[in-house]
């Protein structure tokens, strides 16, 4: 994974969004922000891995996609991911956005900020999300754990694909990842991009994880963030200076 792109640990910057604060500023402009879905977009929910583990009888410290990926038949492979999609579509019944959530897409689509999702979930309750509670926004591309060609995160190829199709020329480096766990701290941080870590109840841990960048506690912090120039708080070795 680290042999597709390897980033360095330093500290990682964006010009601000606001159109005064773009004009005076000579940091690296944004081009786009990808987003994780459940525990980001969504509020967590984390009991379904356990139903997940239960229904496949596995161990908890056993990841739930490796384990399908390993089975030994294609037959038994989509008997166990046919499981799992059943306890997802139960799941999206009881989704409920994160706090700011509206506010934040709002923001960005007035600044002509890109969107992308990058999640290791299935499309249907990806798409029954945005339909109930973004239905005027637009995210594009959209990679799912059915995304032929690219394996899920931490593995960084999502957001690789991501920034291929919208054009930029150095992978990840123009972009943020925002998630709420280490795939998705550990993906982005891979591709070259900045990374945006939504705190919850569960993942404090990951605050100073070398693959982060920035902590959040409700999506709609991005706003002053962004409009007054992204700052990550890691220092990094040889953190170049913007003024």
């Avoid at 999206?92 to 956005?97: A, C, D, G, K, S």
Wanted: hydrophobic share 35%; net charge negative; glycine share 8%.
């Amino acid at each position: 994974m680290a042999s597709l792109y390897s980033s360095s640990l330093r500290q990682r910057r964006f010009a601000p969004l606001s159109a005064e604060g773009r004009e005076s500023s000579n940091a690296p402009l944004l081009k786009g922000i990808v987003f994780d879905v459940d525990g980001t977009l969504c509020l967590p929910q984390n009991y379904m891995f356990g139903q997940m583990r239960e229904a496949l009888g596995i161990d908890k410290k056993v990841d739930i996609l490796h384990h399908i990926s390993r089975l030994p038949t294609p037959e038994a492979q989509l008997e166990a991911a046919d499981k799992i999609k059943a306890i997802e579509r139960e799941a999206m019944r009881h989704q409920e956005p994160q706090p700011g959530l509206v506010e934040l897409m709002d923001y960005l689509q007035e600044r002509q900020i890109k969107r992308a999702l990058c999640t290791r979930n299935f499309e249907t309750p990806v798409r029954h999300l945005l339909g109930n509670h973004l239905p005027a926004h637009v995210f594009l591309p959209i990679i799912t754990r059915e995304t032929p060609g690219l394996l899920p995160k931490p593995d960084p190829a999502g957001i690789l694909h991501i920034a291929n199709e919208w054009g930029l020329q150095n992978q990840g480096e123009n972009l943020i990842m925002v998630g709420d766990s280490i795939d998705d701290m550990t993906a982005g941080h891979t591709a070259g991009a900045a990374t945006v870590l939504l705190l919850n109840d569960h993942n404090g841990h990951l605050k100073e994880h070398g693959h982060t960048d920035l902590c959040i506690e409700r999506l709609d912090e991005l706003i002053g963030i962004l409009d007054g120039g992204f700052v990550g708080h890691r220092e990094g070795d040889k953190a170049p200076t913007y003024e």
